[in-house]
């Protein structure tokens, strides 16, 4: 086992944009630090290639001290066709995006796996997957969405190869040849019920909504609808925007102002714009169906639906993709130590958060989509990346200085990713 001889002041958790825009920060105003992750592991492995962000191109940049390195300037230098409002970005170009971004500003990511998270003599012991164990004074979590699938309770039981969640995918290889079901309404449930149909598998898609809405497609907007209802790397409105630009004013809000802005209906299933006419008669829809118990039959899945007007309808299938999105629980990330959870004070099941994303475990701070119940729904989007990036960069540069010892640091062996 290869332990660390000497304390590292900051440890990141994850290697998403969240991850690495802080890195890039703390690189570059010289503040000790380890990151340790895959790069954009989970854009990489969770999310089905052919996928479409559904954030504008320009909203979707990681955030460097110089704001130099944009979507746009990564695919200037390939000659790369872009356009910041009227043509998407693929999820293929923006995880290329990421891994130039790491490469350029983040060197030093480590491709390991965090098993446990617990008190330890510098403030805090992390152990990881490949036996090393690291000290550091402060711990930034920046998981992303991965760790908090939701599936309704009616398929917790299942087995995986009956049933899964859209955050799986990756690669839908492995359902060539089978009847599936998606269970959604949102871009997940869409982008998934399209690419699984272009690819010839036999697919139906689910939604309790009675109508499947997606977002209009970008077009030049005139003044006064610029004026009325200003655009945003969020969404549309002067409430979006002033939640996409001023995360600590909403961090001041009363808690069920701040959790309701986090769970806004404006961010309710909605589907790419450029997917809907790869859905809309090309893929079979169940429209206005409440799940009403699961079964499996010879091999098979069977959901019980109920429409509008209580009729019942049965659906049969070799898989069911549920994409029935996420929920915030910090119980659910297995690496904490159940002492250290159990100090987090919490905004329902997300940590309560100070303006500095420091939770009440001093020392430990968490950024990206579990901190959206303290600072809004900015940090469930890449465009948020920047605000932690840049206020904790400040921060921990401004108080780690008066903390660390004199003693000179060894060097430590470590696996890195370049």
Sequence with gaps: MAISSDPVDVAIIGAGPYGLSLAA??????????????????????MPPG??????????????????????NFCTERALPYHDELMPLPLSRFVEYGEAFQARHVPNVEHKTLMALEPGPAGFRASFNDGETVDARRVVVAVGLHPFRRLPPEAEHL?????????????????DGRNVIVVGAGSSATDL??????????????????????ACRPRPRALFERTAAPMSGIGNGWTMAICAR?????????????????NSRAHGPLGSAFMKDRVVGKVPLSLGRTLDGIETRNGKVVLNLVDASNS???LRADHVIFATGYKIDITRLGFLDEKLAHRI??????????????????????????AANSFGPVCRFVYGASHPAQHLARYLSAVLPRIRPTTKLQTVESTVLS
């Design 193 to 214: 019920a399209a690419l699984l149909c272009e690819r010839g598998i036999t697919v139906s898609l689910v939604t309790r909504t009675p109508h499947l809405n997606f």
């Design 246 to 262: 001023y995360p600590q004013l909403i961090r001041l809000l009363a808690r069920n102002t701040r959790v309701r802005l986090a």
């Design 312 to 314: 019942r309808h049965s």
């Design 51 to 72: 996928m479409l962000l559904k954030s504008y191109p320009w909203a979707s940049n990681l955030s460097d001290p110089r704001s130099e390195f944009t979507t746009k």
């Design 159 to 175: 087995p995986s190869d009956l049933c899964s969640h859209s955050g799986d995918y990756g690669s839908i290889e492995p359902l």
């Design 345 to 370: 004070r919490r905004i329902e099941r997300a940590p309560l958060l100070s303006a500095h994303y420091e939770s009440s475990v001093p020392g430990l701070h968490f950024i990206g989509p579990v």
């Design 25 to 46: 920060h703390l690189r570059a105003r010289g503040t000790e630090h380890r990151i340790f992750g895959e790069t954009m592991g989970s854009w990489k492995n969770n």
